[in-house]
C-alpha cells in the first residue's frame, strides 16, 4: 500500500470506527455493545443443504458511526487455515449493520454479502434473555433471527425462515461462537 492509499485507509477506518456507545443511547437500549471484538464460530448452514457438515467461521464486531449502530463483519471459512475452497453456497463475507432507532426504540438491521447476493432487513430488541431480530430477506420471505445462550464470552445463533406453506418455520442455520481469547470486550 503506498504513503496515499493508507492514509485514506486509516481515514476511512478513523471515521467510521467509534470507541463506544453513543451518550445518547441508553445503557438499557444497549443490546449489541457486549458482541464488541473477535469471535470464532462453529457453523451449521441448512440453506444450502449442508446439514452435516460443520464449517469453522468468525466475526469482528465495532461501534461505527459516532457510537449510534454496531457493525460486524461475519466470514466462514476463516481466512487462515482453511483447506481447500468453499461451497459457492457455503461461503460467508458479510457485514451487518446495526443503527439505532429512538423512534422505534430498538434497532434496525441490516445483513448484506456481496458474495453470494444476500440481503435481509430485520427489527432487533431484547426479549426476556435473547436477542430477537424479526424481518424479511429480499424476497419477502419472513425471517427470525435470535441469539441465545449469551454468555459474555458464547452465544448461540440461529436462522429461521417461513416455509412457503406459511405456517412452517425451517431451520437455516445456526453458529455457535466463542470469543477469541485476546479480544476481550472492555
Given at each position: 500500500m503506498n504513503a496515499l492509499e493508507h492514509t485514506l485507509h486509516d481515514g476511512?477506518?478513523?471515521?467510521?470506527?467509534?470507541?463506544?456507545?453513543?451518550?445518547?443511547?441508553?445503557?438499557?437500549?444497549?443490546?449489541?455493545?457486549?458482541?464488541v471484538g473477535s469471535w470464532e464460530m462453529d457453523v451449521l448452514h441448512y440453506?444450502?443443504?449442508?446439514?452435516?457438515?460443520?464449517?469453522?467461521?468468525?466475526?469482528?464486531?465495532?461501534?461505527?458511526l459516532e457510537g449510534r449502530a454496531i457493525q460486524d463483519v461475519w466470514?466462514?471459512?476463516?481466512?487462515a487455515g482453511h483447506h481447500g475452497a468453499p461451497e459457492p453456497g457455503d461461503a460467508m463475507y458479510g457485514t451487518t449493520l446495526r443503527v439505532?432507532?429512538?423512534?422505534?426504540?430498538?434497532?434496525r438491521v441490516t445483513y448484506v454479502n456481496p458474495r453470494t447476493?444476500?440481503?435481509?432487513?430485520?427489527?432487533g430488541r431484547r426479549i426476556g434473555e435473547q436477542l430477537v431480530q424479526i424481518g424479511t430477506h429480499a424476497d419477502g420471505t419472513p425471517i427470525r433471527w435470535n441469539f441465545t445462550d449469551i454468555?459474555?464470552?458464547?452465544?448461540?445463533?440461529?436462522?429461521?425462515?417461513?416455509?412457503?406453506?406459511?405456517?412452517?418455520?425451517?431451520?437455516?442455520?445456526?453458529?455457535?461462537?466463542?470469543?477469541?481469547?485476546s479480544c476481550q470486550a472492555m
Open positions: 476511512f477506518l478513523t471515521a467510521l470506527s467509534a470507541p463506544a456507545r453513543a451518550a445518547d443511547i441508553d445503557a438499557a437500549d444497549d443490546v449489541y455493545g457486549w458482541l440453506r444450502v443443504d449442508q446439514r452435516n457438515a460443520r464449517r469453522r467461521g468468525e466475526i469482528h464486531f465495532g461501534w461505527v466470514i466462514m471459512p476463516p481466512p439505532w432507532d429512538p423512534a422505534l426504540r430498538a434497532w447476493g444476500q440481503r435481509d432487513e430485520l427489527v454468555t459474555r464470552d458464547s452465544f448461540h445463533w440461529s436462522g429461521v425462515a417461513l416455509a412457503q406453506d406459511g405456517v412452517t418455520w425451517t431451520l437455516e442455520a445456526e453458529f455457535h461462537a466463542r470469543r477469541k481469547a
